[in-house]
Every structure is written in C-alpha cells, then in structure tokens.
C-alpha cells in the first residue's frame, strides 16, 4: 500500500505545482490585458490551455490510483480510502489533506483572477465598440435632401448641378 500512497501523493504535489503554474499565467494573463499587450496575451492564452490539458490528465490519473486503491483494498468510496490511508500512514494522511486543500484554494483563486480578466476584457471590448461606432460616424454622409427629398445610390442629396464659381 505504501507504493499506492506515494503515488497518489506524488499526483497530487504534480497537481499542486500545475495549478501554482496556472495561478501566475492568469496573474500574467491580467497583467498583459491591463497593459493592452495583444502578442504576450495570446501566447498565455496558448500557455494556459496547454496547462489546463495537463491538469485535467493530472487529475485523471489521480482518479485512476484512487479507484484503483479502493478496488484493491474493497473499499466503496474515496472518504473510506482517506481513513485507511489515516489509520496506516497518519503523516501521509495529512500530507495528502494539506495538498488537496491547496489545490482547492489555488484554484478558486485563479478563478476569482480570471473572472476578474474576463470583466477587464469584456469592458475593452465594449470600449473598443464604441469608439468604433464613434470613428464611423465621423465618415458618414450627413444627411442631406434634394429639392425634392431624393437621395442618389450613394446616399447623397443629387446637386443641382449649378456652376457655384464665378
């Protein structure tokens, strides 16, 4: 068993260190937006899904050793394989508690930053929208009308086609 406990804890500390690696490419990710730097943000992104891969496969594999554990040892749940593991390995136990509770708290933390890139990102859109809205009106014909209220293809008012120089 103590081969299985390594493993699941060596899983969990490689999960650890890959949501560490998330948190600053979000931290990162916030800081290139801010800054409005287009190149250094989409190279994160990239980073950053690659990492979310490796973390999901991470987690995968944990679950694997889990369920692997808990058919070896004819146990029915996760929670039955934590009090065994405590029962027999207490400093284990507790090393493995530690590393899935900063798994949780790293990873809610790179939520909360991301989310808070998300409001940063939809706001520069939004802004972006309306100064663009804002330089096309510039170029549009004002709206002018004929003598007789007509506009031509192009949407101007048609000239009345008098001589103005003198």
């Not at 939520?111 to 929208?129: C, T």
């Not at 100064?131 to 031509?152: I, K, M, N």
Request: hydrophobic residues 40%.
């Amino acid at each position: 068993m103590n081969d299985l406990v390594k493993k699941l804890e060596n899983l969990l500390v490689e999960e650890f260190q890959a949501c560490q690696a998330l948190y600053e490419i979000t931290r990162q990710e916030r800081q290139a937006l801010m800054a409005n730097q287009v190149d250094e943000l989409e190279r994160l992104v990239e980073k950053k899904e690659g990492l979310l891969d490796e973390i999901n496969r991470l987690e995968e594999s944990r679950r694997a050793a889990v369920q692997q554990a808990e058919l070896s040892l004819g146990l029915k749940d996760e929670a039955s394989l934590a009090v065994w593991i405590g029962e027999r390995e207490p400093e284990a136990a507790e090393r493995i508690q530690r590393l899935r509770e900063g798994i949780l708290a790293v990873m809610s933390q790179a939520r909360e930053l991301s989310h808070g890139s998300g409001v940063l990102a939809a706001a520069a859109l939004e802004r972006s929208a309306r100064v663009q809205e804002f330089l096309l009106s510039l170029y549009q014909p004002a709206d002018q009308y004929g003598p007789t209220g007509a506009r031509d293809a192009g949407g101007y008012a048609p000239s009345l086609e008098i001589d103005q120089r003198k």
